[in-house]
């Protein structure tokens, strides 16, 4: 992925020749990047769920990026959810502390709720048919959490 690119709402970026308006947080496969607006919902995510519930939405973004390059659907349920669970997979893997030298960065136990609770209620309100219910969406993370991301 080419970068990360933080957002006024009120200029989003393009996405290829789509706009991006009305999204708080994308991967646009088009362009190859992550989009997250930085004005008004992740400081709102940040100051609702926690300094971990923005890691882990910007996470599901990084799922839905490797899907994209594996040549896998990103649209739909099914997509989603194995975004998801491939947070899960990154957070175990932070968990563990098992990622070398790229990374210092320890959570708690804690934070674990900021995730799931990021999950449930940071979502527009199409989110829900799209992505799964909130039962689901915490199922495929936690077997992410639980199994690695291999199990995704």
């Given amino acids: ?21 009305g999204y708080a947080l994308f991967y646009c496969p088009a362009d190859d990047y992550i989009g997250f607006d930085t004005v008004g919902a992740m400081p709102s995510f940040y100051e609702r769920g926690g300094d971990f519930a923005v890691a882990a939405l910007l996470a599901t973004q990084y799922g839905i990026a490797g899907e994209s390059k594996a040549g896998e ?18 957070t175990a893997s932070v968990l563990l ?9 320890l959570i708690s136990p804690g934070d674990l709720d900021e995730a799931i609770g990021a999950l449930l209620l940071f979502r527009g309100d199409d989110d829900a048919e799209r992505q799964g ?20």
Avoid: H
């Fill in 97 to 105: 502390g098992n990622r070398g030298d790229s990374s210092s960065y």
């Fill in 1 to 21: 992925m080419k970068e990360i690119k933080p957002f006024d709402p009120k200029n989003p970026p393009a996405c290829g020749d789509q706009s991006t308006e």
């Fill in 73 to 90: 659907e990103t649209d739909g349920e099914d997509a989603s959810l194995r975004a998801d669970c491939f947070a899960g997979g990154w």
């Fill in 133 to 152: 219910s909130g039962y689901k969406r915490v199922q495929a993370y936690r077997n992410g959490v639980v199994n690695g991301a291999q199990a995704c």
